[in-house]
């Protein structure tokens, strides 16, 4: 492997990493509101599932023609450029609503 080839495993492993975290932090997130607000429903907990698996689905049918049009490359970078706003935008929020 070559430079070139080093730094796309880099980038694309620490790409697809954050965006397994992402969704790994799910299964602590629904144990932690369950401490955090011990009378919630079930059903509302698993909507914090369900909104993050449905955003992931939705991001398929948006970033793969994206890809398709700009290239993959592009795409990749974009997409984590979105992962990474929203992620900062959500640890900055002042409260849960």
């Not at 965006?19 to 607000?37: M, P, Q, R, V, Y």
């Not at 698996?53 to 993959?72: H, M, Q, S, T, Y």
């Amino acid at each position: 492997w070559g430079p070139f080839q080093w730094r796309l495993f880099i980038a694309g492993g620490l790409g697809f990493m954050a965006d397994s975290i992402e969704t790994g932090l799910i299964t602590f997130l629904t144990d932690e509101c369950s401490k955090e607000w011990p009378g919630t429903p079930d059903y509302q907990k698993n909507l914090l599932s369900t909104g993050v698996f449905i955003g992931e689905l939705l991001g398929c049918f948006v970033w793969g023609p994206v890809a398709d049009k700009i290239g993959r490359t592009k795409a990749f970078l974009y997409c984590n450029l979105v992962l990474v706003i929203f992620g900062v935008a959500s640890a900055a929020a002042p409260s849960y609503l």
